[in-house]
Nanobody
Framework: QVQLVESGGGSVQPGGSLTLSCAVS????????VAWFRQAPGKEREFVAA????????YYSDSVKGRFTVYRDNAKNAVFLQMSSLKPEDTAIYYC???????????????????WGQGTQVTVSS
C-alpha cells in the first residue's frame, strides 16, 4: 500500500517562494513516477509538474515552467516542488500523486495516477 503525505503549504506574498514536500511510504519508491496537481476553487484539477521513475526526467505545465522545480530524493522517499516567483493565480490546493505504471502520454492527467495525498493549501496574496 502506497501512502502520500504533502506538507509545506502556507501563505506567501506575490513574488515569494515555497517548497512543498511529498513523503511517499511503501515499497520500491524508485518504481513510482510522482506528479503534482493543483485545484483552485471552482476549477478542475490541473497538472503542475511530474518526475519519472528511475530517472530525473521532469515535465512542467506551461503556466509554471521556469518558476517551479520538481525533484526527488530517493534516499528520503520524497518528492519536492520548489516554487518561486509565486503569483496569486498559483493559489490552490496542491496534491501529489504516484503511479508505478503511468505512461508518458498520460503523465499530465489525473487518471494516470492511482495514489494521492490529501493536499496542502497554497495561498498567494498581498
Amino acid at each position: 500500500q502506497v501512502q502520500l503525505v504533502e506538507s509545506g503549504g502556507g501563505s506567501v506574498q506575490p513574488g515569494g517562494s515555497l517548497t512543498l514536500s511529498c513523503a511517499v511510504s511503501g515499497p520500491s519508491f524508485r518504481n513510482y513516477a510522482v506528479a503534482w496537481f493543483r485545484q483552485a476553487p471552482g476549477k478542475e484539477r490541473e497538472f503542475v509538474a511530474a518526475i519519472k521513475k528511475w530517472t530525473t526526467t521532469t515535465y512542467y505545465s506551461d503556466s509554471v515552467k521556469g518558476r517551479f522545480t520538481v525533484y526527488r530524493d530517493n534516499a528520503k522517499n520524497a518528492v519536492f516542488l520548489q516554487m518561486s516567483s509565486l503569483k496569486p493565480e498559483d493559489t490552490a490546493i496542491y496534491y501529489c500523486a504516484a503511479s508505478a505504471s503511468v505512461i508518458q502520454s498520460q503523465m499530465g492527467t489525473p487518471s494516470g495516477y492511482a495514489y494521492w495525498g490529501q493536499g496542502t493549501q497554497v495561498t498567494v496574496s498581498s
